[in-house]
């Protein structure tokens, strides 16, 4: 079978989120490209992070920042994490007979940190940390193993960093080099590592 690869995380620290994906875009044991980019900044306040066809994450991102942009246009303040994950379920939902092939981590602060994951046809499940793509075992396997509740920025970072680095290593269609976006209630920052 011709599936999309990657890995995805998201994880909460005790001031924001750390949100974390390879850059290889792998088609079945066909590499399509070495620096897709597959972490989204949908608002100042939340990401996303995602993994399968990269043409169904960059419609669902930019469907949803533009609601989303509308909306704080309208209430003057920042739409919730919980409340685009809510509205991404929705659009995700709406399209379950020819679903959007990505499964998404969304994460953000408003107020506490907060990480959800959804299926393609928009399941939601709140968590503290979540992969995934076709690496998830192996990350979660890191995570599971090291993670503590109100961890550092620095300490949660590196976590993240590792678990990636793991599951690039065991998974073929993981690698080339890695994008984060760290969220936090007063800043945002993008970071890109090449291995």
């Not at 960093?161 to 993008?190: H, V």
Request: hydrophobic share 45%; glycine share 8%; proline share 4%.
């Amino acid at each position: 079978m011709y599936l999309p690869g990657a890995t995805a995380l998201g994880m909460v620290f005790k001031d924001g989120v750390v949100l974390g994906a390879d850059k290889r875009f792998a088609y079945g044991n066909f590499i399509l490209s070495r620096s897709s980019k597959k972490v989204f900044l949908i608002s100042n306040n939340v990401g996303a992070a995602c993994a399968g066809m990269i043409s169904d994450m960059q419609v669902l991102v930019k469907r949803v920042s533009a609601e989303v942009k509308l909306r704080e246009l309208e209430i003057k303040r920042p739409v919730s994490p919980n409340s685009v994950a809510k509205f991404m379920s929705a659009v995700m939902f709406s399209e379950r007979l020819y679903p959007l092939l990505t499964q998404v981590i969304i994460g953000g602060v408003d107020g506490s940190p907060s990480v959800y994951v959804l299926d393609p046809l928009g399941s939601i499940i709140p968590d503290d940390y979540a992969t995934v793509g076709s690496g998830t075992e192996i990350a979660i396997g890191i995570i599971e193993s090291e993670y503590e509740k109100d961890m550092d920025e620095a300490s949660t970072v590196k976590l993240a960093l590792k678990a990636l680095k793991s599951a690039m290593q065991r998974d073929a269609a993981s690698g080339d080099g890695i994008d984060l976006l760290i969220i936090k209630a007063n800043e945002t920052r993008q970071e890109e590592i090449k291995l």
